[in-house]
C-alpha cells in the first residue's frame, strides 16, 4: 500500500486487494464489493441473503434495480456514477430491515427523485450519509426515529424540512455545501428538537435569524460546531467550532489540525459580543481580515495560529514580556498602514503631545516567543519595526521559518536611539536569538545594509538550511567571515537583484583583516545562485585556499563586475557537477582556478 492523494486515502494494489475482497467475503460476515464501472446492470447473485456488507460502483444500470432480499445487510454503500439523474424505486430497500449504515453517492450532484419511501420502513437504521446529490425532498427521512448520524456533503438541498425535527435521536447533523446554488434554509423549530445533538456543522445555509440563534443555544449536549456565513451567539461550552463571518477563507488542512477555529471580517465599528470573545479566548486558529482586527487581538490567549490581514494598526501589549504564549505561526499580510506589531511601553500614544516623555515609561524588557516556529511577514509597505519600543532584546526558541516579504520601511526588530538608521543596519544582532531557524528568506525589505552583525557568534546560523534573498536595495554584504563558518548546515544560498551588494562575505571588522586560514566556508553548501548584483566584485576576500566540498551547482548571472569568485585565493569543489553562467570567457578564467575535471559547463549567452 502506498500513500493516497491525502491523509485520508491510501493507495492499494490490485492484487492486495483482490485478496482482502476474497477475505472479507469468507466467515460469518461476508463481503460483496463490485466496483466495476463499466457495468451496465446491478450484480447479479443466486441469492444476496448471505451477505452482511456491500458496496457497489456502476455507470449506468440497463434497468432500475428491483428489490431483493438481504435480511442480514447492515452496511450498504452505492456510489452510483450516472450522468443523469436516476431513481430508485418506492420499495428498493424492502427487503433490507437490518441496515443500520446507507452510503448512498451520486455524480456531479444529480437527482435521485423522489428518495425512495421504503427507507422509512428501515427501523434500525443509524447512520445516513448523502453525497453528490440533487435532493428535492428529504421529509420521508423524517421517519427514521433511530437515525443517529446524518450528514450531507456536496449536495444541493433547497430546505432542511420539519420533519427532520423527528429525529430526536440524532447526534450528528452535518451539511457541507459545494456551492450548488443559492444557500439552504433551516426551517424554524428543527434545531430546537434534536434534544441529543452533540454535533451541529452547517456550511452554505442562510445567515440565522435569531429564533434559530435561540434554538441552537437550547442545545444543551451541543461540544462541536461548524458555521460559515452566519454570525451566531454560540455557547461557551463548546469543544470543538469553526466559525467564519464575513468574507473570509478556511483551508480545509486547518480544520484538520484544530478544534477550535474562528476566522472573521471586521469593521473598525464592528462590535464583538460577549460571545465571541469567548470563543476567542479560547480558539487555537484566528483569521481576522480588517481594520477591526486590533479588537480581536487584545481577545486571545491561546491561540497557536493567528494570521492578519488588511488592518492598520494593532499595538499588541506584551505581557509578562510574552504576547502569546502558545502562539506557533504567525502571518500578517496586506497591511500598509501597520507600523508595527507589539509595544512594552506603558505609556498611552498621547504621552508625547502633553509633553511627557515615553522613554520614561519603557521598561528594559526581553520579548519572548516561547513556541513559535512560523513568521510570516508580507506586503506590510509602513512596517518599521517588529517592536514599537526599544527592549532589551527579543528570543524565538523555536523558531524554524522566517519570511519577510515587501516591507520597503522596514528599519529593525526594534527602534534605536533616536529611530535613527546608520551605515551600518545590520537585521539580526547578538539580541535576536533564533538558535533553531532553518529557512530564512528576505525580499524586498529595502533599508538593512548587512544580513548579520559582525559581532555575531560562530554558532548563531547552524541550523540553517536555507538562505534567499531578494531585492533589498541598500544590502551591500551577507556577514563576516566567522559568521559564515558557523552555518554549517546551510546547503542553499540565492542572492538577487541586490543593487548595492559588493560582496557576499566581508572582511573580519574586528580585525580588519581577511580570512586566515582555510577553515571551510558553508561547508556543506549544494546550491549557489548569484543574480543581478551589478556591483559584486567578488564572494569572499581571503589569499588563501578555501574548500566547498559538497557544492554542486554554481548559477552566476548579469554580475558584470564580478572578475573572480574569490579574490586573490583558490577554491576546490570536489562534487561540482554544473556552472551555469553568461559570459564565456570569464567562466573559463574561473575555472582555471576553480574547478576540477567533473565540472560540467552550460554556456547561457544573451
Known sequence: MGLGWDENYFKMHDVVRDVAIYIASEGNHKFMVNHNVNSEEFPRRNSYEQYSHMSIVANKFDERPIPIS????????????????????????????????????????????????????????????????????????????????????????????????????????????????????????VLSRLVRLEELHMVGVEDCSCSTLREQESLSRLTALTLYGSNLGLSSKLKRYALKVGDVYIETSIMKNYNKIVALEVTESTPLGDWIRLLLRNSEFVRSSGKGSKNVVVELQNVKDLRLDSCDSLNIHCQNDIPFPKLERLEVRWCYPLRHLFRVSLACPDDEEEGISRRTHIRPDVIKFPNLYRLYLHKLGGFTHFCSDTIEGIEFPLLREMQFEGLGEFQNFW????????????????????????????????????????????????????????????????????????????????????????????????????????????????????????????????????????????????????????????????????VNNEDELRVVDLNKAMFNSKVCLVLLYN
Open 70 to 189: 438481504c435480511p442480514r445487510l447492515k452496511l450498504l454503500m452505492l456510489k452510483l456514477r450516472f450522468e443523469e439523474g436516476f431513481k430508485l424505486q418506492d420499495d428498493f430497500f424492502d427487503g433490507m430491515s437490518e441496515l443500520s449504515v446507507i452510503s448512498l453517492s451520486g455524480y456531479d450532484g444529480n437527482s435521485i427523485l423522489p428518495f425512495p419511501s421504503s427507507i422509512q420502513r428501515l427501523s434500525n437504521l443509524r447512520t445516513l450519509y448523502l453525497s453528490n446529490l440533487r435532493l428535492d425532498d428529504i421529509s420521508v427521512i423524517g421517519e427514521l426515529v433511530t437515525l443517529e448520524i446524518l450528514s450531507i456533503r456536496d449536495s444541493y438541498l433547497e430546505e432542511l424540512p420539519m420533519e427532520i425535527g423527528n429525529l430526536t435521536n440524532l447526534i450528528i447533523l452535518e451539511y457541507w455545501d459545494k456551492g450548488y446554488g443559492k444557500p439552504m434554509r433551516i426551517s424554524p423549530g
Open 415 to 578: 527602534p534605536r536611539a533616536n529611530d535613527a538608521i546608520t551605515y551600518s543596519n545590520p537585521l539580526f544582532n547578538e539580541k535576536v536569538s533564533c538558535p533553531k531557524l532553518e529557512e530564512l528568506r528576505i525580499f524586498e525589505v529595502n533599508n538593512i545594509t548587512s544580513l548579520c552583525s559582525h559581532q555575531l557568534p560562530t554558532a548563531y546560523f547552524s541550523k540553517l538550511v536555507t538562505l534567499e534573498v531578494l531585492d533589498c536595495e541598500k544590502l551591500r554584504n551577507l556577514m563576516s567571515p566567522s559568521v559564515a563558518r558557523g552555518l554549517l548546515n546551510l546547503r542553499r544560498l540565492g542572492i538577487k537583484g541586490c543593487q548595492s551588494m559588493e560582496k557576499v562575505i566581508t572582511e573580519e571588522e574586528q580585525q580588519g583583516e581577511e580570512i586566515m586560514c582555510n577553515e571551510a566556508l558553508f561547508p556543506r553548501l549544494e546550491k549557489l545562485k548569484l543574480d543581478d548584483l551589478p556591483k559584486l566584485e567578488h564572494v569572499i576576500l581571503t589569499k588563501h585556499a578555501l574548500e566547498f566540498p559538497f557544492l554542486k551547482e554554481l548559477d552566476i548571472y548579469e554580475c558584470p563586475e564580478m572578475k573572480t569568485f574569490i579574490q586573490q585565493g583558490t577554491m576546490s569543489t570536489l562534487d561540482l557537477e554544473s
